[in-house]
């Protein structure tokens, strides 16, 4: 069977001869076919470029806050990292305290518990934005609890020390801190 084909007649003016060029309807269709396509590619395209360039703005200013955020936060641990360290002067001051009016020091292993480091889940490819929002978190959460686990730990020590000195002070009150006077200190045994 013969391919059906489309003819295209040339008449060019004058006397020249008439110009015949035989085109087969299956390449004029898939010529069609093609322009289509490429006419709807192009109309997708702009539509995407039309809507990735409308939220340009928008995430622009997501990123601005999450670069505020950022910075907020690691001026939130390192708030967290100065009153760790605060408390555990503060442990040593009343430790010394405890020595020196022979109190007992509180030794039963209870360490505040700080936060600091890196943590190895944190560089995984698999842990997302989220998670690592998540974890964190949790973990400033868990420094709070440490915190006012730790500040009411020192404020019943401090009451303590505080009640046993209260207790003494008429004996300290009394008791010399000098020599009555200097010089030659006679005994008697009678």
Known sequence: MALKKFTIVLLPDGTRNV???KI?????????????SAITL???????????KALVPELAQKKA?????????AALANKFDKVSAQMAEYKKLDDK????????TDDDGYQFIGIGGSDPVLLDPEYTVEKAHQKL???????????????????Q?????????EDRKSMLVCTPSIWPAKGWQSFSTT
């Open 157 to 165: 020590k401090k009451s303590e020390l505080y009640r046993f000195l």
């Open 137 to 155: 978190v949790r973990l400033m959460h868990q420094s709070l609890d440490n915190l006012n686990t730790e500040i009411s730990v020192q404020s």
């Open 24 to 36: 087969p309807k299956i390449l004029v269709y898939l010529c069609t076919l093609l322009f289509l």
């Open 97 to 104: 305290l405890r020595i020196m009016v022979n109190l007992e």
């Open 42 to 52: 192009l109309g997708w395209g702009l539509s995407d470029y039309r809507l990735i």
């Open 65 to 73: 806050e999450n670069e505020r955020l950022k910075t907020q936060l």
């Open 19 to 21: 110009k015949q060029i």
